[in-house]
């Protein structure tokens, strides 16, 4: 199994931009699609952005397309996602997860994999 830690997050002002990066060790990453969720306050955890396992397929949550980009880097088994524009509402806890299949989806089922988190705040 994958493990996977995420970092980047902070505090921004709106408009502004922040690159999170999700590390990964053990076996599997170059094999596995990968995503990004977050969970905003007091919310369930939504669907952000997903990668297939080779990186030439993507597929964004309406909310971001445009503005979020996410990418890999199969060589340094790191996912990344590229936030900019930064809006209030994009401030939550944002997670990688690795997905039990190379092809992207946008169903929290089907990662079997997740790290901790990292805290995004946007505010003035």
């Known amino acids: 199994q994958v493990q996977l830690v995420e970092s980047g997050g902070g505090l921004v002002q709106p408009g502004g931009s922040l690159r999170l990066s999700c590390a990964a060790s053990?076996?599997?990453?170059?094999?596995?699609?990968m995503g990004w969720f977050r969970q905003p306050p007091g919310k369930e955890r939504e669907f952000v952005a997903t990668?297939?396992?080779?990186?030439?397929?993507?597929y964004y949550a309406d909310s971001v397309k445009g503005r979020f980009t996410i990418s890999r880097d199969n060589a340094k088994n790191t996912l990344y996602l590229q936030m900019n524009f930064l809006k209030p509402e994009d401030t939550a806890v944002y997670y990688c997860?690795?997905?039990?299949?190379?092809?992207?989806?946008?169903?929290?089922?089907?990662?079997?994999?997740w790290g901790q988190g990292t805290q995004v705040t946007v505010a003035s």
């Open positions: 997860a690795a997905a039990s299949s190379r092809y992207y989806s946008d169903d929290d089922g089907i990662y079997d994999s």
């Open positions: 053990g076996r599997g990453f170059s094999d596995s699609a």
């Open positions: 990668i297939s396992w080779i990186g030439g397929s993507t």
